[in-house]
Structure formats: C-alpha cells, structure tokens
C-alpha cells in the first residue's frame, strides 16, 4: 500500500512538475515574442535613423514594461526574456541618439543618459532587490519598480529630443563650389530691401483697391508708394499657401517640396519656459528627419553675402531654430526676431550673430515668451532694429541686404493702440495693425529717400530694390477681393498676393509707354495718383531668388544670371518684365505648380490656345484633378477634374472642363509628369 501511495505521489509530483514546466515554457514563449519585437523594432530604429520611430520606441518600451507590471499583479513572474526586451529597446534608444541626433555629442550623451538612467535602473534593479528581500516585501517590489519605470518612461517621452541629422540626399558639394564661385559685386550694385508679410492679401492694400474701383478699406500710402514710378504685379502667386513652404521658395528659388518643407515649422525645444509639445510636431508632418531649410540649399542672402554684402534678417523666420535651419547659417550675418509664429509657444525673440556656433549659443534672448504676450510695440521694435542695422552699413561703406519679415497681421493681432503704447488691447484691430505698418514702414523709406548715396550719387532710396509682398492668403481676417479661397487652400484666394517694386536708378517700371495712372482713394477723402507699370504675367515667389541675383549683378560670363548648376531652379528673372523691356503679359513661366502639404494640387498652364466663335486665342488655365472643397458645409467633398479659365474667370466660379476637355487632358497631363518628377528626384538634383 505504501509503495503504490509512493508511486501515486510520484505521479502527481511529475504531473505538476510537468504543468509548471509548462507555464514556465509559455511565460518564455511570450517573453521571446516580445524581446523579437522590441529586438527587430530597435535596429529598425537604428538603421533608419528616421525620428518618426523614436516616440513608437519609447511606446514599446513603456508596453513591455505594462506586460511585465500585468503579470507581476497576477502573481506569475516576469520572465528574463521580458526584462531583457525592456532593456533592449532603451539600449536602442539611447544609441539611437548617440548616433543620429544634431546636437552636440555632449549634450546628446548627457541628456539621454539622464532620461534613460532612471527608467533603466528601476527595471534593472528588480533581480537585485529580490535577493535581499523576501515575503511580501519581495513581491511588492516588482509592481512598485515596474511604476516608476513606466512613470519615468512617460517623463522621457515628454522631454525626449528629437532634433536629429537629416536623411535626404545632401548637395553640400555643389552648394560650396557655387558660392566660391561668386565674384565680388561691381560698384554701383544696388542696395536689396525685401518686405515680407504674413497673411496678407493683395486686397489689403489700398494702391490694389483700383481693381475693385471702390475706396479703400485700409489706408497703406506708405505702401502704396513703392509701386508709384515702379511696378505692380496683379498675378503674383506665393508658392504655397501656409508660410514656411513660401518662405523657403522665396529665399532658394525652387518649390518647397524640393528640400522637403510642406508644412508649417513649430518649435522643437524641448527646454523651454514655458514648455510645449510642439517638438513632437515636426517627425509627423516632415519626412526624412527635416526640421526646416535644409543647410545645403542656396538662399539669395548665401549669393548676395558671398557677393559682399552686409545681410539681415529681421522679424519672423519660421524656418527651423537649431543647427543649419538658422538663419545665420542661411547667409545672414545677423538676425533679430523669433524663429517662431507669433501665436506659438514659446514665442521669444533673439539676437543672432552666429558667433559660438557650432559648439556653442549661437544666440542671446533680447524678449521672453512673457514679455511678448503683450506684442503691442512689436512694429516699432522692429523698424528701429532695421534702421540701426541699415545705418551700420551705410556708416561702414558697404551694401546691404535686409530681409523685413514682420508678423503682420498675422492673428493675434495687435498694434500700438492707436499711440497709447503697450497694455491696451482693447482696441487693436486688423486695420489699426496694418496702418500702423504703414506708418513705421514709412520711416523706413523716408530715411532711404533722405540718405545721399556716396557711391553713385542721388539717395539710398535710388540705389535699392525694394520689394514689397506677402507669404500667402489671407487668414482669419483680411481680403482676398472676390478670389476663391483663403489660407491653407490652393484656390486663387489663398495663394495670390501683392507685390510691388521699386529701383529708380535700375530702370524699375522706366518705360514711360507701359506706365499708366491708378487713383487711390483713402478713408478721409483724399485721393493720390501713382504711376506704375501694371504687370499681368503670372509668376511665383521663387522668381524673386533669380531676379535680385540679376539686379545685384550675380552673372555668368555670358551675361546672364549665375545659377547653381547642380540643382534645379524653378524661379525665372523678371527683370526684363520689371523694366518694360517686354510686354507686361509676357509669360515666363510655361506652367506654375500650386502645392500644399508635399502635393501638387493644382497647375497653371499658361497661354493655352483654344477656338472661339472669333478665332483662335490665348489664355492661362488653371486645373485640379482632385480638391477638397473649402466651404465648410462641404468639408468633407472632393472637387474633381476641376477647369478655370483665369482670363474670364479668375474667382474659380466656374468649372469649364466638359467644355474644353482637350485643354483639361493637357493641364492633366502636365500635372502628372510633374508629379512624376517630384517622385523620382524630389530634390530637383541635376
């Protein structure tokens, strides 16, 4: 009996030996999933180099050690295999920004090790702990280590740095043979003064209220006074209808979609006061780790600095706020302003001479986020700085080029308080905002006007390009006339703006034949008479790039304008056009590409030949193959195989294709090779 009650015994103890051998084998085939998950993830992370994985990582790390806390609750142990997953990924982690990220390897080391140090010690401290406790205390540690593992990994993931090295294909080798290939300017090269607005329609000026025949709403004589004896473009696009995307094809000449910039750039610090998520903004709108304009692409202010020029940039930049995106490292000796929106957190301004960098602060803070959350003086501010800086250079005998970037009138909107200064917003207003622009930009102008050019006789004012322009449409307020569309939509309305010109001594609207009068009525009755030269060929803010490099005599030996052979430029030289040495709808462009967020939307083909009842004419096309509608009440509709006819319709009132349906295969076609193009060879690399 006792020998059978032996044998029973040894039975069930194999049984359950067997059973825990089991659960033991299950608690490690999970635990192996999850180590080859993490395993195959990290090295993905690793190899790409892409930030966009970074956060996901820190999410499978903080998942695993949820697993590991699960079934510690339930009593069943972790597991080695789930330790070692955890590991893993922050092993990954860490080396991931070793090696990939843009900051100095410093403070690479030291920032990620901090954020590592605790979520890793708490885990890695568990078989530690187990073998100097035991009972309760024992079994308590597991789940209390695992919170403050998870606690710790969620503080990682609100300050984890995702400033990290590009992935595109660099054109660092052609960027630096053109630039050294720039000859120094020749005497009497002129002076380059580029207004920058943001969010401002063309109908917000008064000198463009003339194609409304009505007075104006808001009174710019200052303005204004740029097109009289110069030259006013009535089909001037931005090349996107957001600013980044804009601002980057005004400075380089080329669609923003070559150095991957389709969207708005948001701050990335992740140390400020006060702090903002907006660092996580970036991986998930830019591929290819971009964080704004690429270090390799060539700006005017890189040719005109190359050239000798003294160059600033001052008021808004929103182009990147680290490392190559800066705007000293863009070409401009000097910078005032924010690398931010006025409506961003943080939104500080700085003084930026590039001195220290790399290696060191390449800026000092002159305004704290605090400090301009009243942003009443900040036009004044601003003027100032450009006038110091304007009479640095003059005092010092050398040229200037000054990039005015105000962030006007983008919302919020403020002003002066009609004089009162800082502290009352109770009146500001969108109008107030512009008129006092106005006023300030008009001691700008004056002090050109009245300053004696020593180097080619006559006033500053006669020797400087003056250019005058917006970023893109309207946004909350503003108007875009009868245009279709505002900001953020590639209709008419959210992508044509004003511009106006003026160099007096280059011959700027010097064709008296092409001049012609525009009477301006403003608010108090008075009316002024400008003469200008009225010019209605279309073309984009990235002409702009080719066309200061043609006045400022940026030539190659055949008397052309010297261009980087190495990429593409999209920009053609209007100087011919600004002169009236052709006429005023001369196309310089075939097509014109309007993009928004990396997609080409829409296409304008220019001078397209069609029959009508009284022969054979000409006129500009524009067509969509598919677009979102912009009214609100049918957000959620696609418009497609949409037709304009710019000519005769240039509010986009009416659709055309089932009439002309050859002219919408063209434009379809058109549209589709150069979507292919932006496929194959994105960065336009010749």
């Not at 039975?11 to 490690?28: F, P």
């Not at 190899?47 to 996901?56: C, I, K, Q, R, V």
């Not at 006038?387 to 002066?416: E, K, M, Q």
């Not at 006092?436 to 002090?447: M, S, T």
Request: hydrophobic share 35%.
């Amino acid at each position: 009996m006792d020998k059978e009650m032996a044998e029973v015994e040894k039975t069930l103890e194999a049984e359950s030996s067997g059973a825990t051998e089991s659960k033991r084998s299950r608690r490690d085939v999970a635990g192996i999933i999850l180590l080859c998950i993490d395993a195959v993830f990290t090295l993905v992370l690793l190899a790409s180099g892409f930030n966009f994985l970074a956060l996901p990582a820190l999410v499978l790390a903080i998942a695993t050690a949820v697993f590991m806390l699960v079934r510690s609750a339930k009593g069943r142990p972790v597991g080695k295999y789930a330790y070692a997953a955890f590991l893993t990924v922050y092993a990954g982690i860490f080396l991931y920004f070793l090696i990939w990220s843009a900051e100095s390897f410093g403070k690479r080391l030291w920032w990620n090790l901090v954020l590592c140090l605790f979520p890793v010690a708490f885990v890695a401290l568990i078989p530690v702990a187990k073998k100097f406790l035991s009972g309760k205390a024992c079994k308590a540690i597991v789940p209390v280590m695992l919170a403050l593992a998870i606690a710790t990994s969620a503080v990682y993931a609100l300050f984890m740095n995702l400033r990290v090295r590009p992935t595109v294909d660099r054109m660092w080798e052609g960027h630096d043979e053109y630039l050294s290939s720039v000859k120094q300017r020749k005497k009497g090269s002129p002076n380059v003064l580029v207004i920058l607005m943001d969010d401002m329609a063309y109908a917000d000026i008064s000198a463009y209220s003339y194609q409304s025949g009505r007075p104006a709403t808001i009174d710019t004589p200052n303005i204004d006074s740029i097109a009289d004896n110069g030259v006013m473009m009535e089909n001037f696009y931005a090349s996107s209808p957001v600013c980044s995307p804009s601002r980057f094809s005004l400075l380089t000449g080329r669609y923003s979609s070559r150095g991957w910039l389709d969207n708005v750039v948001f701050p990335t610090t992740v140390e400020s006061d006060p702090w903002s998520p907006t660092h996580f903004f970036g991986p998930y709108q830019f591929l290819n780790n971009v964080d704004g304009i690429l270090g390799d692409e060539i700006t005017f202010a890189e040719v005109l600095q190359a050239a000798g020029y003294d160059t600033s940039c001052i008021g808004k930049w929103n182009l990147g706020d680290y490392g190559e995106y800066l705007p000293t490292e863009q070409g401009f000796d000097y910078f005032y302003g924010s690398y931010y929106v006025n409506d961003m957190t943080p939104y500080n301004w700085v003084r930026d001479t590039g001195e220290g960098y790399p290696g060191g602060a390449s800026h000092t803070e002159v305004r704290t986020h605090y400090e301009n959350l009243d942003q009443s003086e900040s036009t004044k501010l601003f003027t100032e700085e450009i006038l110091s800086s304007i009479r640095a250079s003059v005092d010092a005998g050398n040229p200037f080029c000054t990039f005015y970037t105000t962030p006007w009138p983008h919302y919020p909107i403020y002003s002066d308080n009609n004089g009162n200064g800082k502290g009352d917003a109770s009146d500001d207003s969108y109008i107030d905002c512009i008129e006092e622009f106005d006023r300030e930009l008009g001691r700008i102008l004056d002090y050109l006007k009245n300053t004696p050019d020593p180097e080619n006789g006559g006033t500053l004012y006669d020797n400087t390009v003056v250019i005058f322009t917006s970023d893109n449409g309207p946004g909350r307020e503003g108007a875009a006339g009868a245009l279709r569309g505002r900001k953020n939509t590639t209709f008419e309305g959210g992508m044509k703006v004003p511009l106006l010109v003026s160099y007096p001594a280059g011959g700027i609207g010097g064709n008296e034949s092409l001049q012609e009068p525009i009477v301006v009525t403003y608010g108090d009755g008075s009316t002024r008479t400008y003469t200008t030269s009225k010019i209605t060929s279309s073309s984009m803010n990235f002409d702009l790039f080719t066309t200061i490099l043609s006045l400022c005599g940026v030539t190659d030996g055949d008397g052309g304008v010297l261009l980087p052979t190495d990429r593409i430029i999209d920009g053609a030289d209007l100087s011919a056009l600004w002169r009236g040495e052709v006429a005023p709808d001369t196309a310089v462009h075939e097509a014109l590409y309007y993009q928004k967020k990396g997609s080409t939307q829409a296409v304008q083909l220019i001078g397209v030949e069609v029959e009508t009842e009284s022969g054979v004419k000409k006129y500009d096309f524009k067509y969509y193959s598919r677009v979102q509608s912009e009214n609100s009440a049918f957000f959620d509709q696609y418009y497609n195989n949409y037709l304009f006819n710019l000519d005769l319709d240039p509010i986009e009132g009416y659709n055309v294709s089932m009439v002309y349906p050859d002219v919408a295969a063209k434009l379809s076609e058109a549209l589709e090779t150069f979507r292919d193009g932006m496929k194959t060879n994105r960065r336009g690399i010749l």
